[in-house]
């Protein structure tokens, strides 16, 4: 990632949601989405706890996206995160962030690993274009 863009990220890193424009798997049109993010000094990180949003089924048709977080505005194309310790490399940030849910993540991690439950989440890289 460009110096350029981490430098930016890092400044609105600490905010809780950005706003994601993705575009319509079928219509092409865009639709935009409250959502949480996570940044460390690898990237950006979007994720969802259920994979039949919309948003989630759009960007993995249609990768480009945009995101708006405080005054800065990121462009670029998401990269589906299915690589186990990505995963937990996302999980654990998810942990660290959203501490408040931790408790929640790890029963629903339990319940998977036991098969009671399959995982229904999601994960992306984004890719940021030459901001």
């Known amino acids: 990632m460009a110096s350029k863009s981490l430098e930016r990220l890092r400044k609105v890193a600490d905010r809780q949601t950005l706003r994601l424009t993705h575009y319509g798997r079928k219509s092409g049109r865009p639709y935009e989405v409250t959502i949480w993010y996570l940044v460390d000094k690898d990237g950006l990180y979007l ?6 949003r919309s948003w989630v089924r759009n960007v993995k048709v249609r990768p480009a996206i945009s995101l708006r977080i405080g005054d800065e505005v990121f462009n670029g194309d998401v990269r589906s995160i299915t690589d ?36 229904n989440t999601a994960a992306f890289e984004v890719i940021l274009a030459g901001n």
Do not use: C, H, I, T
């Open 84 to 119: 186990k310790q990505e995963r937990e490399k996302v999980n654990r940030l998810v942990e660290r962030k959203y501490w408040y849910v931790a408790p929640m993540l790890r029963f629903g991690q339990f319940l998977m690993s036991m098969g009671m439950v399959r995982d």
């Open 47 to 52: 994720v969802s706890a259920n994979a039949a």
